[in-house]
């Protein structure tokens, strides 16, 4: 299937800890974000990348370190997690280019709950 | 900057009555616009989206959109509501090809019975 997948798809932790998401597209696209959906259901972007490069970083705490080793694959890394990182992270991605807007796809989200 | 509003936070209508939810766009170039649809606990999913071709988008489940530039407006409509459109609905806007979407604060669909 084509699609944007995140993992995983639940996240519970302690306060303090560091973890990771994954995000991973095989649309051909060329373009990644980070967005964010706090418990009111509002969404905010976080991070964009364009092939590898860093376009977008929003006012983000620096515990948040977006990593992109290639254009397929875009990973949140959060460092010190606090409680009001509780929220969910939904992946994205775009292909640019030719003056277009083809349209974004968004994976299916993660759950990140912090204790 | 872009900026969308969605006027009601909650939209409740009855199984079978027309669904019109309210999407205003601010935008300092010529907007893409795009609405989303979210299920609840799920993901987001696209059900139509302007990118400066034709006025009236029609998209998946039987929704449709219309740009109007001279309302600044982009609401969703659906001619009769059936009890699986409740969910949460996201306009959003992005300027270009690769830019960031922004989203509204979205609305919730109830549909009663």
């Known amino acids: 299937d084509t699609a944007v997948s995140q993992t995983p798809k639940y996240l519970v932790t302690q306060m303090g800890n560091d973890k990771s998401i994954k995000c991973e597209q095989n649309l051909g696209h060329d373009t990644m974000y980070w967005y964010k959906q706090d418990s009111k259901k509002f969404l905010k972007i976080m991070f964009s990348?364009?092939?590898?490069?860093?376009?977008i970083n929003e006012t983000v705490p620096n515990r948040f370190s977006p990593k992109s080793p290639d254009k397929a694959h875009l990973n949140l890394h959060i460092n010190s997690l606090e409680l009001g990182d509780s929220a969910v992270y939904f992946c994205a991605s775009s292909l640019t280019g030719g003056g277009r807007n083809y349209g974004y796809t968004f994976g299916s989200g993660t759950r990140l709950t912090v204790v | 900057a872009q900026s969308v509003t969605q006027l009601g936070s909650h939209v409740s209508v009855s199984e079978g009555a027309l669904v019109l939810l309210r999407c205003n766009y601010s935008s300092s170039v010529p907007p893409y616009l795009f609405w989303y649809v979210q299920y609840p606990n799920q993901g987001l999913q696209l059900l139509l989206k302007?990118?400066?071709?034709?006025?009236l988008v029609k998209g998946i489940n039987g929704f449709e959109a219309e740009f109007k530039k001279s309302e600044t407006s982009f609401h969703l409509t659906k001619p009769s509501a059936h009890m699986s459109d409740a969910a949460e609905y996201f306009c959003a806007v992005s300027k270009s090809s690769g830019d960031k979407l922004t989203f509204g604060t979205g609305t919730r669909l109830a549909v009663r019975p």
């Open positions: 302007y990118t400066s071709a034709a006025t």
């Open positions: 990348y364009n092939n590898k490069e860093l376009i």
